[in-house]
């Protein structure tokens, strides 16, 4: 039995904007939702009130949007649903990762300082940065070369968007930053400490993305001393108290309380990654259930009672997502972000008149062009390392590429090759996991991209010959944090005591099931098998292509 009138609050923090909802706690009913988008966005081209202008592979954050997110969205839920906020028990938080901030010890952004404020790396590194290729290429290496197991955990390779390749990119960039820093921090668990006063992390935030694990925590400082003598003591940077996901960071301080009407102490689980918190919500505990969390990425999770070593993946946790099993991730580092890149510099005019006319976005109208057209029509295939490959190659140095082009392409053909590539990016990571060791049967989509498109949904059904389930929860990772909120808060204060408790009570019915279409899927692998090819090529034989144009282009900067 569960206390009657009892909420909880999950707050997902996206890459442009935060959503929150309000959830009942015995029925999973959702009484409020609230969005907040940040002003500052993603920071790439210049710092915020500074005339500096940022290099590229540059992605920042300003954390002053967080905090008033976090104050307002709760707010929001407080004041304008029908509910006593003394009733509310919990508060989840889940995050884009790796978003980094450097803090003093008041643990106080040094972007808010005037002396660093125009330095761009006292400010939060968003997810997407990739800034920090060369440290990670160094982390690799080193790994490989000396033996290091840990790496093992991480498809033996790391990503320059992970945590110690930011952090080392700031200590040769700009030392005076990293000297400066008591410590460097998720932009999650700071939010966490704006709530609580406690600064804590997660088995998902440090395990997947700063190499912790429950048995030697953080890679010795030897290993990146082995790097640079400089670099000793980079783990005293990072922080120490390292709690299992679902479990209680703190209590809501007293100034928290008094601005949101709900009580001083109330419980607020440690934070988490946006894509794993979706995990309990579709039920998928099993090893052969796949989630893709779709937005301007895609995040691939999966949870499974063994550990497997695999090539090419972001990770393998214990603990990481649900609490007995190993946590594994994988993802694409752009999919979304793709199309919406294609309709703002390419799609033409007529799109745009049509879009007006019908009173729709234009990704409705490329989607339905795109719809009209049969599989192979164009003759196109492109690779959809927009944002580079995150997996199975990890190397944000590869770019995009279509194939095919003639004088007679139109914008729509080029427009479903991207889409198609999406797709043909989760086949790899499907695949390639399979042939290691880690069964796939069922598919689950979430996150904002599974409810936009249905066009897109059926290409992914189509090029991967599978069904794919979309979640039957709209902001699907806020829920999961209320989820794990409410496990925090455990059963006496009116929550659960475990996740998979709050799953019987709380995952919903499918919103719909995608099936593929077969006579497409055997077309499809015709093109998936040309896909691969370019994948070798580009990203293998020789990806020292993409590297030298890369380079050409921030030379000329």
Same mark, same amino acid.
């Given at each position: 039995?569960?206390?009657?009138?009892?909420?909880?609050?999950?707050?997902?923090?996206?890459?442009?904007?935060?959503?929150?909802?309000?959830?009942?706690?015995?029925?999973?009913?959702?009484?409020?939702?609230?969005?907040?988008?940040?002003?500052?966005?993603?920071?790439?081209?210049?710092?915020?009130?500074?005339?500096?202008?940022?290099?590229?592979?540059?992605?920042?954050?300003?954390?002053?949007?967080?905090?008033?997110?976090?104050?307002?969205?709760?707010?929001?839920?407080?004041?304008?649903?029908?509910?006593?906020?003394?009733?509310?028990?919990?508060?989840?938080?889940?995050?884009?990762?790796?978003?980094?901030?450097?803090?003093?010890?008041?643990?106080?952004?040094?972007?808010?300082?005037?002396?660093?404020?125009?330095?761009?790396?006292?400010?939060?590194?968003?997810?997407?940065?990739?800034?920090?290729?060369?440290?990670?290429?160094?982390?690799?290496?080193?790994?490989?070369?000396?033996?290091?197991?840990?790496?093992?955990?991480?498809?033996?390779?790391?990503?320059?968007?992970?945590?110690?390749?930011?952090?080392?990119?700031?200590?040769?960039?700009?030392?005076?930053?990293?000297?400066?820093?008591?410590?460097?921090?998720?932009?999650?668990?700071?939010?966490?400490?704006?709530?609580?006063?406690?600064?804590?992390?997660?088995?998902?935030?440090?395990?997947?993305?700063?190499?912790?694990?429950?048995?030697?925590?953080?890679?010795?400082?030897?290993?990146?001393?082995?790097?640079?003598?400089?670099?000793?003591?980079?783990?005293?940077?990072?922080?120490?108290?390292?709690?299992?996901?679902?479990?209680?960071?703190?209590?809501?301080?007293?100034?928290?309380?008094?601005? !949101? $009407? =709900?009580?001083? /102490? +109330?419980?607020?689980?440690?934070?988490?990654?946006?894509?794993?918190? *979706? &995990?309990?919500?579709?039920?998928?505990?099993?090893?052969?259930?796949?989630?893709?969390?779709?937005?301007?990425?895609?995040?691939?999770?999966?949870?499974?009672?063994?550990?497997?070593?695999?090539?090419?993946?972001?990770?393998?946790?214990?603990?990481?997502?649900?609490?007995?099993?190993?946590?594994?991730?994988?993802?694409?580092?752009?999919?979304?972000?793709?199309?919406?890149?294609?309709?703002?510099?390419?799609?033409?005019?007529?799109?745009?008149?049509?879009?007006?006319?019908?009173?729709?976005?234009?990704?409705?109208?490329?989607?339905?062009?795109?719809?009209?057209?049969?599989?192979?029509?164009?003759?196109?295939?492109?690779?959809?390392?927009?944002?580079?490959?995150?997996?199975?190659?990890?190397?944000?140095?590869?770019?995009?590429?279509? !194939? $095919? =082009?003639?004088? /007679? +392409?139109?914008?729509?053909?080029?427009?479903?090759?991207?889409?198609? *590539? &999406?797709?043909?990016?989760?086949?790899?990571?499907?695949?390639?996991?399979?042939?290691?060791?880690?069964?796939?049967?069922?598919?689950?989509?979430?996150?904002?991209?599974?409810?936009?498109?249905?066009?897109?949904?059926?290409?992914?059904?189509?090029?991967?010959?599978?069904?794919?389930?979309?979640?039957?929860?709209?902001?699907?990772?806020?829920?999961?944090?209320?989820?794990?909120?409410?496990?925090?808060?455990?059963?006496?204060?009116?929550?659960?005591?475990?996740?998979?408790?709050?799953?019987?009570?709380?995952?919903?019915?499918?919103?719909?099931?995608?099936?593929?279409?077969?006579?497409?899927?055997?077309?499809?692998?015709?093109?998936?098998?040309?896909?691969?090819?370019?994948?070798?090529?580009?990203?293998?034989?020789?990806?020292?292509?993409?590297?030298?144009?890369?380079?050409?282009?921030?030379?000329?900067?």
């Amino acid at each position: 039995k569960f206390m009657n009138n009892r909420y909880a609050i999950g707050i997902d923090f996206g890459t442009l904007s935060a959503r929150a909802v309000l959830v009942d706690v015995g029925s999973g009913e959702e009484k409020g939702t609230a969005i907040f988008a940040y002003q500052d966005a993603v920071i790439d081209r210049m710092l915020p009130n500074c005339d500096v202008d940022l290099p590229a592979d540059f992605a920042l954050q300003n954390p002053a949007d967080y905090k008033e997110a976090t104050e307002a969205l709760l707010k929001d839920l407080c004041s304008n649903s029908d509910i006593d906020p003394h009733n509310i028990i919990s508060i989840g938080i889940d995050f884009t990762a790796c978003t980094v901030l450097p803090v003093d010890e008041a643990i106080r952004p040094l972007c808010y300082q005037e002396k660093f404020r125009e330095n761009p790396h006292s400010w939060p590194k968003l997810w997407k940065h990739h800034g920090a290729q060369r440290e990670a290429d160094a982390i690799n290496e080193t790994a490989r070369r000396n033996g290091w197991d840990f790496i093992q955990r991480y498809g033996g390779t790391s990503s320059s968007e992970w945590f110690f390749a930011k952090l080392m990119e700031i200590y040769y960039k700009a030392p005076e930053i990293y000297n400066a820093t008591y410590k460097f921090v998720e932009a999650g668990d700071w939010v966490v400490w704006l709530l609580t006063g406690e600064l804590t992390t997660s088995t998902c935030m440090a395990g997947f993305k700063a190499f912790w694990n429950e048995e030697d925590g953080y890679p010795p400082s030897q290993f990146f001393e082995e790097i640079d003598t400089g670099l000793k003591g980079i783990t005293d940077k990072a922080i120490s108290d390292v709690r299992t996901v679902g479990t209680k960071a703190g209590g809501l301080t007293d100034e928290m309380a008094a601005l !949101t $009407g =709900m009580k001083p /102490g +109330t419980s607020v689980a440690v934070s988490l990654i946006d894509a794993h918190s *979706a &995990t309990p919500v579709v039920g998928a505990v099993e090893g052969d259930s796949m989630i893709m969390a779709m937005g301007t990425s895609l995040c691939h999770i999966l949870v499974s009672r063994e550990e497997v070593f695999m090539e090419g993946i972001s990770g393998v946790v214990k603990d990481g997502v649900i609490p007995g099993y190993y946590g594994y991730e994988a993802g694409q580092a752009a999919v979304g972000d793709i199309y919406e890149w294609f309709v703002s510099h390419l799609a033409s005019a007529e799109c745009f008149d049509e879009a007006a006319n019908a009173n729709i976005n234009p990704l409705a109208v490329m989607d339905r062009r795109a719809a009209g057209l049969k599989v192979g029509e164009s003759g196109l295939v492109a690779l959809d390392w927009w944002n580079g490959n995150r997996s199975m190659l990890n190397n944000a140095n590869l770019s995009g590429v279509i !194939t $095919g =082009m003639t004088l /007679g +392409t139109r914008s729509e053909e080029i427009y479903r090759a991207l889409v198609e *590539a &999406t797709a043909f990016g989760t086949r790899e990571i499907v695949e390639s996991m399979e042939k290691q060791g880690v069964p796939i049967r069922n598919i689950y989509a979430c996150g904002g991209l599974s409810r936009k498109s249905e066009f897109v949904l059926q290409t992914f059904a189509d090029v991967l010959g599978r069904k794919i389930i979309v979640s039957g929860v709209v902001q699907t990772t806020a829920y999961g944090a209320a989820m794990y909120g409410m496990v925090a808060a455990g059963s006496k204060k009116g929550g659960y005591d475990d996740i998979k408790t709050a799953m019987e009570h709380l995952v919903k019915k499918p919103y719909r099931v995608y099936i593929p279409s077969m006579d497409n899927h055997q077309i499809y692998n015709k093109l998936f098998a040309a896909y691969q090819k370019l994948i070798q090529f580009f990203g293998q034989d020789h990806k020292d292509i993409m590297q030298g144009l890369k380079q050409l282009k921030a030379n000329s900067l």
